[in-house]
């Protein structure tokens, strides 16, 4: 097949497929009904220039003609022969016997699960939360009754983090296997749409569908879940892994024989982390971010993006990405930005306060939101210890819950006052969609002061690139500190620890940053371990 890149179409345009068509005929010269099959490869919106936004298409073309002569002749840039992509199941050398463990059933464990169970290794899953139903109703719970279930809330439980997010696709890694990704996503339910679109998303309501589909058919395979279980050792003889103890949520403890353990623990089961590293897991310090999070009217972002055609019927919730370098070189940038969105507090350990973003997949919210974020050296740590990132991390959270009176409500600034260095006492136009609630306070007292400073530079230079982000009336809540593991866990070429069979990966394990990237480690851990022949 073809691949014709960069075929714009106004946004009025009459019928996408048949317009498609025409233009791809006509930079093909050829008659328009050469052209067989037609599929659109990406999709994205270029409103750089405001008073003429349009759509831009990278497509895929079949049709009657000889593709590498037509390449030949055309010498276009834009168009190239490409290869429709197809995920190969790895040989599967395995010879134990043993079943695999999967602890997390986050994207990284779901998609190493279901690697395995389509090679026929039945494995199982460990799952300290509850399934996405039951989880759901238990943040209900702690947002409406303050009542925080520590071991199955927005951090924890079926779907991992990512269920209760955005369920934004964007990734930036090069990976072949993203493909692999969005396919998983789609046959479990996701929107065709984000398999072509710039800035695929699923949304939290979706998602859970999603998530349900692919328990199912790892289920159907002979793979088996334990929800609301807990890892809490390994069982280790001569560097090799030799099972697992695992405790359920009445206390009871059981081993299981196994010699493969996926670690896909996410960034936040501490406790996990701690026991690991008491085990003599070898980690390092990572760097991660801090911030808040930043909510605007989304009408107001729609208007700075998209100018005159702000209420256009094919023009979805605007978004934004920014980035910027202020004084003293570290740099600031937002994410996983919400169109259309809520911020929530996402606390998974008791008195602690830490905020997330998330929409649904209309993404018709009042609010838009995103985290803004500066980056954490190791050197800001206090101390050499391999978890001091993760324990600042801890900190931060205790001392917001107290700052936001104790009871789960997330302390609150508006734009204006935080570069003021002044307390606020009130919201303006952006209502806070916390449902815990905020508390007005200067966030500048919670936040390392060199966090705060760059990102009172960064607000200010934001806003020269976005009219508005730094408007009076914009509301920061935080705060925002889980955006990325404060830990790796050290392995080799072979996904591996020093510990023979264990594969830590995604988020928890610091090699990944997002849904896409986490899924995409997950599955290199499950070939990893249909390559392990032993």
Not at 219 to 228: N, P, Q, V
Not at 372 to 384: A, R, T
């Amino acid at each position: 097949m073809l691949r014709i890149n960069e075929i714009k179409l106004p946004l009025d345009y009459e019928d996408e497929q048949n317009d498609l068509k025409t233009r791809a005929a006509k930079i093909l010269k050829i008659k328009k009904d050469g052209i067989k099959t037609l599929e659109i490869y990406k999709k994205s919106v270029d409103c750089r220039k405001k008073d003429d936004i349009k759509f831009i298409f990278s497509v895929d073309v079949t049709g009657d003609f000889d593709e590498k002569s037509l390449v030949e002749r055309l010498n276009n840039p834009k168009v190239f022969i490409a290869e429709k992509y197809l995920y190969q199941m790895p040989e599967n050398r395995r010879n134990s016997a043993l079943r695999p463990v999967v602890i997390g059933f986050g994207p990284a464990g779901m998609f190493a699960s279901l690697i395995m169970a389509r090679a026929g290794l039945k494995p199982l899953i460990i799952e300290r939360g509850q399934t996405v139903d039951e989880r759901s109703e238990s943040v209900k719970t702690f947002w409406s009754e303050r009542k925080l279930n520590v071991n199955s809330n927005i951090q924890f439980g079926e779907g991992g983090a990512g269920a209760f997010s955005d369920g934004k696709l964007t990734t930036g890694i090069k990976d072949s296997r993203v493909r692999k990704v969005f396919q998983e996503l789609c046959r479990g339910g996701a929107p065709e749409e984000i398999m072509y679109s710039a800035l695929p998303h699923i949304g939290t309501d979706k998602l859970k569908i999603v998530v349900k589909n692919m328990r199912r058919e790892i289920i159907s395979l002979g793979g088996e879940f334990r929800f609301e279980t807990t890892l809490t050792d390994l069982i280790i003889y001569n560097d090799c892994i030799q099972g697992v103890t695992l405790t359920d949520k009445n206390g009871g403890t059981q081993d299981f024989e196994t010699d493969t353990v996926i670690l896909a623990i996410g960034h936040s089961a501490r406790d996990t982390v701690e026991m690991l590293f008491n085990k003599g897991v070898p980690m390092m310090q990572k760097p991660f971010s801090v911030g808040a999070r930043i909510e605007h009217k989304q009408e107001m972002i729609n208007a700075s993006q998209y100018g005159k055609f702000a209420n256009h019927p094919r023009l979805k919730a605007a978004s934004y990405k920014l980035a910027c370098h202020p004084r003293g070189g570290r740099g600031a940038y937002t994410f996983c930005m919400c169109p259309g969105g809520t911020v929530v507090c996402a606390s998974s350990e008791e008195n602690t306060v830490v905020t997330n973003g998330m929409s649904e997949y209309a993404r018709d919210g009042e609010n838009a939101n995103s985290a803004i974020l500066v980056g954490v050296n190791p050197e800001d740590f206090n101390g050499s210890h391999p978890l001091a990132g993760m324990y600042m991390q801890r900190e931060i959270e205790k001392s917001a819950f107290a700052m936001g009176g104790g009871d789960y409500s997330a302390p609150a600034q508006l734009v204006k006052d935080f570069l003021l260095d002044t307390p606020s006492v009130s919201c303006k136009d952006v209502k806070p969609s916390c449902p815990t609630g905020v508390k007005y306070t200067n966030l500048r007292e919670l936040l390392p002061e060199k966090v705060s400073s760059v990102m009172c530079d960064a607000l200010v230079k934001m806003d020269n690139m976005l009219s508005g982000f730094a408007c009076d009336g914009a509301l920061l809540t935080g705060p925002e500190t889980r955006s990325s593991a404060p830990v790796r866990i050290i392995r080799d070429e072979f996904m591996q620890t020093k510990f023979r069979g264990l594969y830590p990966c995604g988020e928890g394990a610091g090699y990944a940053g997002g849904i896409v990237s986490a899924a995409v480690d997950g599955i290199k851990a499950a070939e990893a371990v249909l390559g392990d022949e032993r």
